[in-house]
Every structure is written in C-alpha cells, then in structure tokens.
C-alpha cells in the first residue's frame, strides 16, 4: 500500500490528507499527523474525498452541443480545436472584449498562471473569478490598509489570543478545523458577533446578535468608547500608522447611545464589548462573510482592522485584524490569476513592475496586459447587453451561486459560446453548454494551494488517470497549443514550469517565494510566504508586521474610514423581512456537485431548499414547522421553501443556506462600491404560506 500527502481542495485551511492507496483504489484517507494546520483532524469532507466520481462521473471527453441542439462526443485534440477555433472566430468577429473567463478559488497556482497568461495577457481577455463572490473585500481592504493584500496572521494565533472575536463567521460550520484550534485553547473568551445564534454563537461566551448590515456603525461606536477610555496604543500608533487623529474626530459622532439603536444591541452589550476588548491582554479579531458580502463591507473590513491598530493588537501572538479565506487556493487566486493584479501583486500600470513580470515570464513586456478585469458583475451584464459573446468557466457554477442568479440563466441564453470546465457534466452551469470540458478531480492532478495564513501546501494526485482523463492543466495548456500560442507550448509544459514562471514573479514582492523549490512542498509542513531565497526555515508558524513596518510607501498603516451609507436595500410594507444566507452544515458544500457523493451528507441534508424562521414569526403567519411557504423578494422574484424552526434568528429574520439553487434567485444586485462584491446577506423579502 502506497502513502501519498496531499492537501484538501475544499476549504483555506487546506488540512493535508495521507491517502493510502492500493491498486490506483483509495483504500483510507488519514488526515495528516504533525501537520501543522491540523495534525491529525480534518472534517468530513476531507476524509470523504476519495468518493469523487463515485457515483457522478461524466465521459472522459470533450463534449460539444451541435447546431441542432444534439450532443456529440469529441476527442481531445477535436476539442481544444473547437474550442480555440470558436473563441477566435468571436474575437475576430466582435474584438477582444467578446471574450471573457470566470475562475474560482478551487483552482491551483499553476492553474491559475497558465490560464491567467494564455486568456489574459494572451487573448486580452477579461476573466474575473468567484474569489469576487468572497475575498474581494478583503483583499481591497488590506491593499488600502496595509499596502499589499498580506492577511498576517498564523492560524497558531488561535491558541495564543485570550479574546477570540469572530465577526459574521460561523467556523463551527464553515472551518471546522479553524474551531478545533479555538478549543484546544483553554485560556480563552470567545465573542461572536452575529445577527443569529450560529452554531458559532451557540459555543461562544457572549454572542451579540447585531441587527443586519449595521457592523459598521458597531465598530466605529467601539472605537469611539475605546478612545473615550483611552483604552489605546499610543506608541503603536504614533510610530506605524497614519490618519488617527482624523479617524478620532470622526469616530466622535458615532457614540454608544447612537450606536446602540442603530445596531439592534443595549448599550450595555456594546459597554460589555468594549470592557472585554480594552481587558484582553492579545485580542484577535476575525471576520468573514457576514462582513465581506455587505453593500458597505470594505469599509466595515476596514473598521475591524482599526480596532486592532489602535489597541496595538496586530503583529504579536494571538493578535490581528484576520480575514478568514473560503476555498482551498483563494489566496493563490488572489495573488497568480492575472486578473486585478499582476502575477505576484502589483498594479497593471506600473512600468517598472510590469517589466519584471515580462522578465520572469520571458516575454515582451508588451505581451503583458496593461489592465485589470472589469469585475464578475459587469462580465454577465455586458453578456446581457450582447457585449460579452464567448465565455469559460472554470471550476464554479454561476448558475446556483451568482447572484440575482436569473441573471446568469438570462446571460447563458444570450451567450454565442459557453465552455464549461468541471468535474461534473451535470451542473446547473455544464448542463447547458455548449462545450463541456471534462477535468479530472483533485486526487488525481498536481499543483499548489496556497491556505488562508498564506502556506503554500502540495496537491499530489494518489490516483493514476484514466486512459482519455485530462487534468485541468492539461486542457489549459492543449487549448494553448491549438490556439498556436507557441510561447505557452514550448515553456509551460508542466505544473511545474508554470510553478517556476509565478515564483520568479514574485522576487522581491511581499509575497517573494523564490525560496521555495516545487518539489519542498511534497511531505512538508507547508511553507508559508514569504520565503526568499536564502532564507532558512526555523518556524511552522510565522506572522507578519511583527515589526510593526506594513507594505505602504511609509510602511505604516493606514486608518481607513467613511461616512455610513444608506442600505439599498431597505425593509418595506411589502418586503418587510430580511434574508440572510450562507453555509447550512460542515458536510455540504457551496452548489453541492460534490458533496452529493458523500453518502452520509446527502442522506442527512434537506432535499428541499429550506429557511430558518422563528417560531413566534411562523405563529404570526400561521405556518407550522415543514410547511411550504412561497418567499418572494424585491428583485421580482419568488420561490418555495420548507420552514424550519429556529430560535436563533431574529424574529424579523429568516436565513437560507446557500446550497440549494433558490436561495440566489431571490439575493438582490446590489455589491460593495470599492470591492464589487455582492451583498449576499441580505434580501428583501416576504412570506405567503401555501395552501397545503
Ligand atoms: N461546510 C462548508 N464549509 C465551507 C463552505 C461551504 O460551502 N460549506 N464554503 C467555504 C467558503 S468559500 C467560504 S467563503 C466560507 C464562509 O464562511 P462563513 O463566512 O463563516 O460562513 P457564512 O455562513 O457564509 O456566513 C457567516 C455568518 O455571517 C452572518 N451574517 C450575515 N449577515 C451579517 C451581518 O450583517 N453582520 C454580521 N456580523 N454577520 C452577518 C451569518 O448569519 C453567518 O452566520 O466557508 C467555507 N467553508
Ligand atoms: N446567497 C449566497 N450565495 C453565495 C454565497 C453566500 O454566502 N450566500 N457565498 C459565495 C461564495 S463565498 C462563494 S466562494 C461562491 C461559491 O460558488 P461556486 O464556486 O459556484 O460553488 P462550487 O459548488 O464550489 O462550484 C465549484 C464547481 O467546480 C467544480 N469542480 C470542483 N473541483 C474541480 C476541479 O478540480 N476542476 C474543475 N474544472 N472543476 C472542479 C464543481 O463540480 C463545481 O461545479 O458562492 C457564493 N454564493
Ligand atoms: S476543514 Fe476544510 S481543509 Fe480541512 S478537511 Fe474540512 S474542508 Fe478540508
Ligand atoms: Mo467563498
């Protein structure tokens, strides 16, 4: 029996996984002992990973829908060459903006670097990703903040902080691994802060259920209480950040009396905060999709990260304003897919920094493209004003988990040409393309996944492919080669090569990682970045600013900050309840492609899309626990859910899990002004119970 490491492709954490392998069969899969994300643990989803394509697997080939609507098989070589013929002829046709890609956080490094060359500096095309839908936020928030989207902590600060406060997170159900480092601390208070009684909140010390979207007005009535107290860091302040005195004035008219209202809380919540942030001796703050999907949620990002600065709660242990990643390589799209920056970080525009990308790819700078993407958004609406004709995607399923999602349904018909890339043919997005590209899954390809504290950690296949299976990377780069991208088919033949390209990307960068050789990654510890060249590896665990110098021109930080805005979306006589949403349990995934194939998930999660409404909501309306309510939204449209009690949510509240197709048929267009992503968490809606 063969041993081989490898990382989960699920979520940031990417735990490492031994898979045990006999005759190309997983016979078990252990999760990883002296690993140091999580030594030993993982969740279900890790150590169900061998049941991909157990019960769903699609032909091995290419397969293209024909003029008359029929599908035919094709082989590879007809494939890439239909796929290449057909982009060109639209981009012959109609310029370089008919063509665009929508990527994902699920792909690896080296996929991310081929794919972003071939389509970006290549084809000029414009190709967003999912990272949009989840980190966008985060990622604006520290470039304005610390000068480089550089997330600083180690996952170690779990253990070390004595006051743990997640901001709209849920890791009990969404980082299982993550929670699992919180109670192996026993010196620790845990404050959730969140407008329902998450599984999270539920194992918390003090849960503050703030009312929807009014974090904002929170964290400045904290920070204006912490200043009243003098609760601060003077000389953290003094010697690594800019704009406090400004952010002092301004947080002025924000106090706890005005706040408190706003945000649904007592006074004596929002004092009992403040007592608990200004007695924690290393205070960590964590956030995730309760703050980054939200019409003003830079700004809120930026809020939490105030707070540590001027308590000095950044840079040491068991400190940090933390943004918590949601998919296995979020962070690598981040920094390699080519689409907001360049490889390896840095702005399009920067001659300097675009010759060194030119350098380390060994092209002309003028190969390099001298843009960024417009953003996911404005992809499907420019298809839906004829703009946009030819589309890929890879590896994420728009047509479930865009939202407004009718809007994708509308951009699928108007499309001229839908490629679809993924492991299942039966998508709600590869179902209806035009050419479907079959990828193997990931216990079957190689590459890099960078984590959410930034370790970059191996993805080794434990299975042999079969006779006509093709990698991801295998697809990217015979299309390269059908494309006659000659530069692409003589240096870029293996995950490797493209691995080699980004590294030297990322000379001299935050992000340097010319230390790392491809194969270092293979049974290690993960290596988290920087590493440079030269460098010795002493430490498992390493954090950034502990220095106190940040990635700014002056290397101090910067306090970030804005008036509150309205919502666009407001409550009304007809849509007077909230809809929140996002992750149901630890065992279903996103659109469920993949999950579906763990037995025990599928057979214990709800077929039907659901909601949780509280009991005196329901009493009011009349609804018993399971009927079916039709819930309609102020986009214009409706569907049916099944009701499940909870006294968690607030009574005007009802939250949906994201995994079933209805949820996002009813979330509203409406996105961060500076991140565009799109504010999930709240929709307008209301409540007919049907007849039963
Ligand atoms: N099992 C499982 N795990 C996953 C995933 C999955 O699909 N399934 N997906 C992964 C991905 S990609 C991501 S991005 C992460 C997401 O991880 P999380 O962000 O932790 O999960 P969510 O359930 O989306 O949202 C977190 C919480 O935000 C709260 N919230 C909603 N509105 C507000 C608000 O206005 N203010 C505050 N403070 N809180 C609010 C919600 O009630 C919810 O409990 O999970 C990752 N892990
Ligand atoms: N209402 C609401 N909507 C949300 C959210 C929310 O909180 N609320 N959260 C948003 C967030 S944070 C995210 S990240 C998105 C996620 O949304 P999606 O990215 O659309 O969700 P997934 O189901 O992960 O889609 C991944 C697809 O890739 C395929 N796949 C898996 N592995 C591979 C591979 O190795 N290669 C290829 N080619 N394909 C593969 C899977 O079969 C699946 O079809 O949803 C967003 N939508
Ligand atoms: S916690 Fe995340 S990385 Fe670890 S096994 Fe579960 S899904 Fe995979
Ligand atoms: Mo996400």
Redesign the pocket.
């Known amino acids: 029996m063969k041993k081989i490491q490898s990382s989960c492709n699920?979520?940031?954490i990417d735990c490492n996984l031994d898979f045990y392998v006999e005759d190309n069969r997983i016979v078990k899969v252990v999760p990883t002992k002296g690993y140091p994300v999580n030594d030993g643990f993982s969740?279900i989803?890790g150590v169900s990973l061998d049941k991909q394509h157990s019960m769903y697997k699609p032909s091995p080939l290419p397969r293209v829908k024909k003029a008359d609507g029929t599908l035919e098989y094709v082989s590879w070589q007809e494939g890439y060459k239909e796929v290449a013929t057909r982009l060109m002829e639209i981009r012959t046709k109609y310029g370089e903006d008919s063509v665009a890609g929508l990527s994902t956080?699920q792909m690896t490094l080296e996929e991310f670097g081929i794919f972003g060359h071939m389509m970006r500096n290549h084809l000029k095309a414009n190709v967003d990703g999912n990272t949009r839908l989840?980190?966008a936020t985060s990622a604006v928030a520290h470039k304005q903040s610390f000068g480089f989207d550089a997330p600083g902590f180690t996952l170690n600060d779990l253990e070390l902080s004595d006051t743990i406060i997640f901001?709209?997170?849920?890791?009990v159900?969404?980082?299982p691994i993550l929670w699992s480092r919180v109670k192996k601390n026993k010196n620790k208070k845990v404050i959730v802060?969140?407008?329902?009684r998450?599984e999270?909140a539920k194992n918390a010390d003090h849960w503050y259920s703030?009312r929807?979207?009014?974090?904002l007005a929170l964290l400045y009535g904290v920070a204006n209480e912490l200043i009243r107290l003098d609760a601060l860091d003077h000389d953290f302040i003094d010697k690594h950040t800019n704009h406090f005195e400004e952010f002092k004035q301004f947080v002025s008219q924000y106090p706890i009396e005005k706040v408190a209202p706003i945000c649904g809380l007592k006074e004596e919540e929002i004092k009992e905060l403040v007592d608990l942030i200004q007695k924690g001796e290393r205070v960590s703050f964590w956030w995730?999709?309760?703050?980054?999907?939200?019409y003003e949620a830079v700004r809120s990002a930026q809020a939490i990260i105030n707070l540590a600065l001027m308590t000095g709660n950044i840079g040491k242990p068991g400190t940090g304003a933390n943004s918590?990643?949601?998919?296995s390589n979020?962070m690598g799209s981040r920094v390699f897919s080519n689409t907001t920056g360049l490889f390896g970080g840095g702005d399009f525009n920067n001659p300097e920094r675009r010759a060194q990308v030119a350098k380390a790819l060994g092209v002309e700078e003028s190969l390099i493209i001298d843009r960024p993407t417009i953003p996911y958004n404005q992809i499907i609406e420019n298809i839906n004003a004829g703009k946009i004709k030819a589309l890929w995607v890879v590896c994420t399923n728009p047509r479930h988990s865009w939202v407004n999602n009718d809007t994708f349904r509308e951009a699928m018909e108007k499309l001229e040409l839908l490629i679809v890339q993924d492991i299942y043919g039966d998508t709600d997005t590869s179902k209806q393309c035009h050419i479907y590209l079959p990828a193997v899954a990931g216990t079957k390809k190689e590459g890099t996944v960078i984590n959410m504290e930034r370790r970059l950690s191996a993805l080794r296949p434990s299975l042999k492919k079969e006779e006509e299976e093709r990698t991801d990377y295998e697809i990217f780069y015979g299309v390269a080669s059908a494309l006659g991208l000659k530069d692409i088919e003589e240096n870029w033949k293996t995950p490797k090569d493209a691995f080699n390209f980004m590294r030297a990307c990322t000379k001299n960068m935050p992000d340097d990682i010319t230390g790392i050789e491809y194969e270092d990654l293979e049974n290690s510890h993960g290596i988290q970045w920087p590493f440079r060249k030269g460098e010795v590896l002493t430490d498992d665990q390493r954090r950034l600013y502990e220095d106190g110098n940040f990635f700014t021109a002056d290397k101090r930080a910067n306090f970030v900050f804005e008036e509150i805005r309205e919502n666009p979306i407001q409550l009304t006589k007809e849509y007077p309840y909230v809809l929140?949403?996002?992750?149901?349990?630890?065992?279903?995934?996103?659109t469920q492609t993949r999950t579906r194939e763990i037995p025990i998930v599928a057979d214990a999660a709800p077929k039907m899309a659901y909601v949780l409404m509280h009991p005196s909501l329901a009493k009011e309306k009349g609804i018993a626990e399971n009927d079916i309510v039709e819930i309609s939204s102020s986009n214009g449209q409706s569907a049916d859910f099944e009701v499940h009690f909870h006294d968690g949510v607030r009574e005007n509240e009802l939250?949906a899990p994201?995994?079933y197709i209805e949820c996002n048929l009813l979330t509203p267009s409406v996105y961060d002004a500076y991140s565009k992503e799109p504010s999930y968490?709240?929709a307008a809606v209301n409540i007919k119970p049907k007849k039963q």
Do not use: E, L
């Not at 802060?193 to 329902?196: E, K, S």
């Open positions: 699920y979520c940031a969740c989803k956080g989840c980190m901001i709209g997170a849920n890791p159900v969404a980082h802060i969140d407008p329902r998450s999270t703030i929807h979207k009014s974090d995730t999709m309760g703050i980054n999907q939200g918590i990643t949601g998919q979020a929140n949403s996002g992750r149901g349990t630890v065992g279903q995934w996103h939250f994201m995994h968490k709240v």
